[in-house]
């Protein structure tokens, strides 16, 4: 597809096998898998529904079909469902659904949720609150969100940003609309009624260890952070 026709979805559908492969190969991307593993575990419950949008090639949603009841996956990019249901054939996955669905085409399932993930689609999307309102509908009372997004206070993050604006590079930069930091985030969850529950910041940058450590501590060192929050 051509770069004036490009968009996050047909990027990700581009890179859907280099995404799921990602896991195992990218320390990364391994650093998200534990992160979110251990969220995982700490706020899906046995019976729970779960839906985890923007869900890829269904690798999270994997970790929380190990707790949950059902997990039901949705992605824009057709590539990411077709992996994501060859894996749960594999591997013999029954509690676990894939779709090919926007965020806007949820709102037939308000209140159908105990839980929600969404790790790293925000960003691609046009406006946080809008989305995020979206997913707490989805919600019934007492349910929970976790999500992630690109950390705005990482002094890595700015670079990349300044690397974009002179060199076009990296490629993904061209799509991504958002990197907030986690009080703004925090401060939307709270104008839509949700009480903060945890914060973690993760994945460093792909830089050698002592450069990483002038970064200071989490909050300015590591790229990504995840949040998770119950709706009132």
Not at 152 to 175: C, D, I, K, M, N
Request: aromatic share 10%.
């Amino acid at each position: 597809m051509a770069d004036g026709s490009e968009t996050a979805i047909s990027w990700h559908d581009s890179i859907a096998p280099a995404f799921r492969d990602g896991y195992v190969r990218s320390a990364g991307f391994r650093d998200r898998l534990r992160a979110w593993g251990r969220l995982i575990e700490r706020y899906a419950r046995p019976g729970d529904q779960v839906i985890d949008a923007g869900c890829g090639a269904g690798t999270l949603s994997f970790e929380a079909a190990k707790i949950a009841a059902h997990v039901h996956g949705i992605d824009g990019a057709e590539r990411m469902i077709d992996l994501a249901r060859a894996s749960a054939d594999d591997h013999g996955i029954a509690n676990v659904s894939f779709e090919v669905a926007l965020f806007e085409t949820l709102s037939d399932r308000a209140g159908q949720y105990d839980l929600a993930l969404c790790s790293s689609v925000l960003e691609y999307l046009p406006d946080l609150t809008t989305e995020i309102a979206r997913l707490a509908a989805l919600l019934r009372p007492g349910g929970r969100l976790i999500l992630s997004l690109p950390n705005g206070r990482s002094l890595y993050r700015r670079f990349e940003a300044l690397a974009w604006r002179v060199t076009g590079r990296p490629r993904y930069y061209r799509h991504v609309r958002h990197v907030p930091t986690s009080t703004q985030v925090r401060e939307i969850l709270r104008q839509l009624g949700f009480t903060l529950l945890e914060t973690v910041y993760y994945a460093d940058p792909p830089l050698p260890r002592f450069v990483n450590r002038l970064a200071g501590g989490p909050r300015h060192r590591k790229t990504m952070f995840a949040m998770v929050a119950a709706r009132d």
